[in-house]
């Protein structure tokens, strides 16, 4: 079966064909990275993250680019706020943000480019599409003039006046049509700056991918992917500024966009107020959980974030984390007997299992329904093997081994199995104060062997405790 996509410039499913045979090119919009990052900016790379490892397992080469926006008006506030370099900021945040990917299980994706490293390429798209009628200089700002165009909107399926009455305008008279958006702005006192045609000067913001993901994946790329709030204008003016830069099109050929993730039903954001950072989950939770959290909803529906939520994941997790050693565990006994009981079922559902899993990632990357088929695998599995009658037979082993083998497989195609770090995979506060807890009950019933091992592991772990005249209290080394 061909994988199709829903693509947000059609708005349809279509069948998915690579631009070349065998080869895939993806650009992700990245952060700004000011501060540090919030739970959402983890979607879209943990979806591209499947993506890829499930492109690959289909065979293909795959080359995956995610920018950072290390020059903006927010990292440039924010350092002033501090009193540090806007650039310095940005690089700490962004080295921030790559500790976060990793503790998610995100393998690195093949280029990082940021906009300070790429201002010579964004020039040069500027300058020509000055040259061709599609740009005008103003006091050193350039604007992107949006009636030479007529395509803009296609994307955002938006007419001008919805876009006006929708966006927040600058109220600037000097520009031809309201919509026109900067490409590049004349340096304001204590700015990063670079020289340019039009004098001292930086980037406007959407510039960049257009700029960044032609030099890395060449116009007509395949995938494009971001948050739906980027649609418009980032998507849009991406979209413009390539297009008429390079005179082809398309710039992209399947744009995706994620859902975004809300907390107690309101979308999470910085103006509500209630933002829990990449960080914090990770903490309450554990890398490995909010992984399989982000994975268990497809990626283009709206996700909570909640602690039921959240701890449905880690249980659905440890179903299939169980299931794994109680597999291996049994298998590492001599057999028994020849024949398999239901041996041949097994197998037919081995097989069923995995054309199945192929089959719904084939579906628009539906990792919501690849896991439902894992839970399924590890039903039918475990109502056999771990049976009071199970034996374990030559012809038993060899199916069991083909379940453990394939959930491992596809487990590892979702990139849920993975290593956490040892700090990011700590205790969670909640699992901190169970123990302590736990001691203060074996304390209360003079069980002093109990509650002291309780102090030492919590002590190995870097957790201690202080008995104080208020009672147990609990800190991190
Ligand atoms: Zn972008």
Same mark, same amino acid.
């Given at each position: ?36 990052? @919030? ?17 690959? !397992? ?59 490293? @790429? ?14 009628? @599609? ?109 008429? !830069? ?52 497809? !990626? ?178």
């Amino acid at each position: 079966m061909a994988i199709t996509v829903f693509n947000t410039l059609t708005q349809k499913k279509e069948e998915f064909v690579p631009r070349e045979p065998g080869k895939i090119s993806i650009y992700v919009c990245g952060v700004t990275p000011y501060n540090y990052a @919030h739970i959402g900016n983890a979607r879209p790379p943990v979806i591209w993250d499947c993506i890829r490892r499930f492109l690959r !397992y289909r065979g293909y080469q795959v080359c995956l680019v995610q920018n950072f926006t290390d020059v903006d008006d927010k990292i440039i506030f924010r350092a002033q706020q501090i009193g540090i370099e806007p650039l310095e900021l940005s690089a700490e945040y962004s080295q921030v943000y790559l500790e976060d990917l990793a503790a998610l299980g995100i393998e690195p994706a093949d280029q990082y480019p940021k906009v300070s490293e @790429h201002i010579k390429e964004i020039i040069q798209i500027v300058e020509g599409l000055v040259e061709k009628g @599609h740009a005008y200089v103003i006091d050193g700002d350039v604007y992107f003039a949006i009636d030479t165009f007529p395509e803009y909107g296609k994307l955002s399926g938006r007419q001008l006046e919805e876009m006006l009455s929708g966006a927040r305008v600058d109220v600037d008279d000097r520009k031809q049509n309201p919509m026109d958006f900067a490409l590049w702005k004349a340096a304001k006192p204590g700015e990063p700056s670079w020289d340019s045609p039009w004098g001292k000067g930086r980037p406007g913001w959407h510039i960049e991918c257009s700029a960044m993901s032609l030099k890395y994946l060449g116009v007509g790329f395949d995938f494009h992917g971001g948050g739906t709030d980027l649609i418009f204008p980032h998507h849009e003016n991406e979209i413009a500024q390539a297009e008429a !830069y390079c005179g082809t099109k398309p710039f992209v050929r399947y744009w995706l966009h994620s859902a975004f993730i809300t907390m107690s039903g309101d979308k999470m954001s910085k103006s509500l107020g209630n933002v829990v950072t990449i960080r914090e989950a990770c903490e309450r939770f554990s890398p490995k959980v909010v992984r399989f959290w982000l994975l268990g909803t497809h !990626y283009r529906h709206p996700l909570s974030f909640g602690e039921e939520e959240l701890h449905a994941a880690a249980r659905g997790l440890e179903r299939l984390e169980i299931a794994k050693e109680n597999w291996k565990h049994l298998l590492s006994a001599g057999t028994t007997g020849q024949n398999g009981d239901q041996a041949e079922k097994i197998t037919q559902l081995v097989t069923d299992c995995k054309k199945r899993f192929i089959e719904a990632m084939e579906d628009d990357f539906n990792t919501a329904l690849a896991l439902g088929i894992l839970y399924e695998l590890v039903r039918e599995v475990n109502k056999w093997a771990l049976a009071t009658n199970f034996k374990l037979t030559t012809g038993n082993q060899q199916a069991l081994q083909e379940a453990l083998s394939l959930l491992e497989e596809l487990g590892a195609v979702l990139g849920i199995w993975f290593e956490q770090d040892p700090k990011a995979g700590s205790l969670s506060d909640e699992q901190i104060n169970e123990l302590v807890q736990k001691r203060q009950e074996a304390r209360a019933s003079k069980d002093f062997k109990t509650a002291d091992s309780i102090r030492d592991s919590l002590q190995e772990q870097g957790i201690i405790l202080e008995d104080t005249p208020q009672g147990v209290r609990w800190r991190r080394e």
